[in-house]
């Protein structure tokens, strides 16, 4: 017993450096999965045939692929063909975030459709161009409404990212497992491990839950 | 002798196709400096295809529109969203924007459009709230606000843009009818001050003692046109008439 809780802590400094590389991973995918998504949602809802069928062709192929394999096919495949010779860090953060792109599209798209059509109107009456009026009118709207499922999607992948460690990628899961088949200690490394998903999770969704207090519409109903 | 007066909005007919139904049929009309003209008629005669159709929120398959000397290209973007920043729009639902209290509801288009400061689109909208009597609500989000009061904040909105014209789409259905009168008087106001404006409503009393001319649509045509003297009396023998006394024995119905 007491042998466990020296192995966890001797190597607790160690995973949290892997915890810090988990947390980078998940915010770039996040981020990254934030900027296209949003395109993605307004190409979806407002764009040509074109644009619609090329975003629903994208969210199509991501969602119908594991992650496991999309990490293999890019960082062994796909990244090499087109020339860029990148880490196994910074390929585990494209990969998730073009993953998780394709599912944040889906929560946009879902929030642009359930704002009332008559703003749009009404900003169109008013001479703003439609890029003008989804940019000042529709997006603040729409995003404050995805704050639920976007806080859901964030727990999704940070616990996908557990997935980077067999590119090589040196965060929690790969530490883990490095000190576990070290130290024998495998028990109490992987609670460990897991215990550090588990308060990742609740910092990131109660830090959502906040955003969501702050800007919320008074006088809407939550 | 009176010189004939130039109209400022021509629309000749404009017609619309939705869904396989003939909407619009070749309406036309055309509208002076300070007039205010009043279109009646059950609902479902297109008064608001055509009012949306005006300033090409629904764009028509077929006619053309005037605004002074200058006819609407609606395909160059630029010019369109010139247009509409000369048109003033107010809808049923009011259609404000439910993120932004009402005074940024005012001043966003004055900064995102017109290009405004952020001060002076303040000032600006500031003065627009307290001209339709909101001068203490400046701050309250559309959530707060009663009906008659968003209706107003929407009045504001659109007189920020210092419209030529404002086309109105039964601004009053949407509402309670106790609330029916604030929104009506500042429509008054308007219409005292010389505001050029198209409006939907079955408001009959309003109709009757501010419009400058009625036009009776059914079926998506204009059937029928003339001052409220003409159509709305019971020897006009008009279909006018017709339509608005049935509204009228609703109303004595408490219907």
């Given amino acids: 017993m007491l042998d466990a809780l020296t192995a966890i802590f001797e190597a607790l400094p160690y995973l949290l450096k892997g915890a810090i590389a988990t947390s980078g991973i998940v915010i770039g995918a996040m981020g990254l999965g934030l900027v296209m998504g949003v395109h993605m949602a307004v190409g979806q809802v407002y764009g040509n045939r074109a644009v619609r069928w090329f975003v629903g062709l994208y969210v199509w192929f991501f969602r119908g692929v594991p992650v496991l394999v999309l990490l293999f096919l890019f960082y062994f495949g796909l990244f090499a063909i087109v020339g860029l010779n990148l880490s196994a860090f ?18 946009f798209r879902g929030a642009i459709l359930s704002l ?33 499922g976007w806080s859901n999607e964030y727990s ?48 990131g969704v109660r830090a959502l839950l906040k955003l969501e207090a702050k800007v919320r519409i008074p006088g809407y109903s939550q | 002798m009176t010189k004939p007066k130039k109209p400022i909005l021509r629309v000749e007919n404009i017609c619309k196709i939705l869904g396989g139904k003939e909407i619009l049929k070749s309406v036309s009309l055309s509208l002076n400096k300070g007039e205010l003209k009043v279109l009646i008629g059950p609902s479902g005669a297109g008064k608001s295809t055509l009012l949306q159709c005006i300033n090409f929120l629904i764009p028509p398959d077929k006619g053309r529109v005037w605004l002074e000397e200058t006819e609407i290209q609606n395909r160059k973007k630029r010019d369109l969203y010139a247009f509409r920043q000369q048109v003033g729009m107010i809808f049923q639902d009011f259609n404000l924007f439910d993120h932004l209290n009402a005074l940024e509801n005012v001043a966003i288009a004055l900064r995102k459009v017109k290009k405004m400061s952020r001060q002076a689109a303040r000032d600006h909208a500031v003065a627009e709230l307290e001209r339709v009597g909101l001068g203490d609500k400046i701050t309250l989000y559309p959530a707060e606000l ?42 008054r106001d308007l219409a005292q001050g010389g505001m050029t404006m198209i409006l939907a409503t079955h408001q009959i009393g309003f109709t009757r003692s501010l419009a400058d001319e009625v036009l009776f649509m059914e079926n998506g045509r204009i059937i029928e046109q003339g001052s409220p003297k003409d159509l709305l009396s019971p020897d006009a023998c008009s279909r006018s008439w017709d339509f608005c006394s049935r509204l009228n024995e609703l109303h004595e119905e408490g219907v």
């Fill in chain 1, 156 to 203: 999704i992948i940070l616990k996908d990212s557990a997935l980077a460690f067999v590119l090589g990628t040196s965060e929690i899961m790969a530490r883990s497992h490095f000190v576990a088949s070290r130290t024998y200690h495998h028990l109490p490394l992987y609670i460990t491990a897991g215990c550090l998903y588990f308060l990742l999770t609740w910092i």
């Fill in chain 1, 116 to 148: 009332p059509k008559g703003q749009l109107q009404a900003a169109r009456a008013l001479g703003m161009s439609d890029i003008k009026a989804i940019i000042s009118i529709i997006l603040p709207q729409a995003l404050r409404f995805s704050i639920p």
């Fill in chain 1, 90 to 107: 910074t390929a585990s953060i494209l990969v998730l975030g073009m993953t998780t792109a394709a599912y944040q599209s889906q929560i």
């Fill in chain 2, 146 to 187: 009663s009906g008659g009061q968003k209706q107003r904040v929407s009045i504001a909105r659109a007189l920020a843009m210092e419209p030529k014209i404002m086309l109105l789409d039964e601004p009053t259905s949407a509402l309670d009818p106790e609330l029916i009168g604030e929104v009506l008087s500042v429509i």
